[in-house]
């Protein structure tokens, strides 16, 4: 017995495939797509090595300065905060003994409108500044407080209002 011939159900309307030449443009959408979010990422993770640095210098300056605020009110002592060429010091015996480095030697600081920062006793103090600089690039941060709230880390200039007690 022959075996039964293959037909398609509506030869009129069978072709020969054709041949896909290049992209569609959905498919190229979607590469351009994927491209953009990987450079993205890793445009986003090379950070500048010297700002890096300095947010580092700066985020620890801030929590070295609200401990001391908080050392000082806890003792009931006064406590004066100042630069020195090795980094910083704190004058008064609620302070850290000795001077303190800063992490990167090319670091330094400088206070805002005032020789030294004035921390404590009182809960409430003046408004003050601090900005670290990155001695290579001159590039800084700041670090300030408004006298109630904590000491934190500002990369655009504080107004004028901060620098002054």
Known sequence: MAAPALTHPDPARWQPSRVRRGLSLLELLVVLCVLA??????????????????????????????????????????LRWRTTPEGYTFDG????????????????????????????????IGSQAVAVIHGPTGRSVWVLTDGVRPFKVQWPAPTAQAGRS
């Open 37 to 78: 979010l990987a450079s993205g990422g890793v445009v986003w993770r090379l950070h500048d090595p010297a700002a890096r640095q300095l947010q580092q210098e700066a985020s620890r300056l801030a929590a070295v300065l609200e401990a001391a605020r908080s050392q000082s009110r806890a003792r009931g002592q006064a």
């Open 93 to 124: 015996a609620a302070g850290p003994p000795g001077p303190a480095p800063w992490l990167f030697e090319d670091t330094r600081a400088q206070v805002w409108g005032a020789q030294a920062l004035l921390l404590g006793p009182e809960p409430v």
